[in-house]
């Protein structure tokens, strides 16, 4: 299988943030009308789309990582439709902003474009006292990489997840569930 994502789209934190606070304000600027919005949702919504509560990851600061509400259309038109798959219903609009930021080389750079939901991705990989580690094949019922294989379970960071002491902890929790 070939490699989606080459070692110069990956980028790599060099902070490991063991706090968490939610951020005073929300720093997420939405750049789309309702209508622009409604028709990119349109274009790739499934059955099993929907506009989930997710969290931004706002900027990490020493240790701590700063975190706010958005919702999970937000990360679609703009991370996946716009930015990942350059489709000009979104990216034509997102690239005009984009472009004051320079070169987004850097995870610390990429964080500093508040038109970028970045939402938080938690994925969990169970690993046995065999020295076994176990996959899964994604259910063809969900909306991203239905019927591939994937680790163990993987989810999103969402508001609930903010009343444990590490949300990254309480999502992996709950998506093992």
């Known amino acids: 299988m070939q490699n989606l994502y080459p070692p110069d789209r990956v980028l790599v934190s060099e902070r490991v943030p063991c706090m968490f606070q939610v951020s005073p304000n929300d720093t997420y600027i939405d750049i789309y009308t309702q209508q622009e919005r409604d028709t990119i949702i349109q274009k790739y919504k499934t059955p099993n789309l929907f506009n989930g509560s997710c969290v931004r990851l706002d900027r990490i600061v020493g240790d701590v990582a700063y975190l706010s509400p958005v919702w999970f ?36 750079k990429v964080l500093e474009v508040n038109e970028l939901p970045n939402i938080i991705g938690v994925s969990t990989l169970l690993h046995d006292i065999n020295n076994e580690y176990l996959l899964v094949e994604r259910n063809t019922s969900v909306s991203v990489g239905s019927g591939l294989f994937a680790c163990t379970s993987s ?6 997840d903010m009343q444990y002491d590490n949300p990254i902890v309480g999502c ?3 998506e093992l569930e």
């Open 73 to 108: 259309y937000d990360f679609l038109c703009c991370n996946i439709v716009g930015f990942h798959n350059k489709d000009p219903l979104a990216w034509s609009k997102l690239d005009l902003h984009l472009k004051k930021y320079g070169k987004l080389n850097s995870f610390e």
């Open 155 to 160: 989810g999103s960071l969402d508001v609930d």
């Open 172 to 174: 992996g929790l709950r």
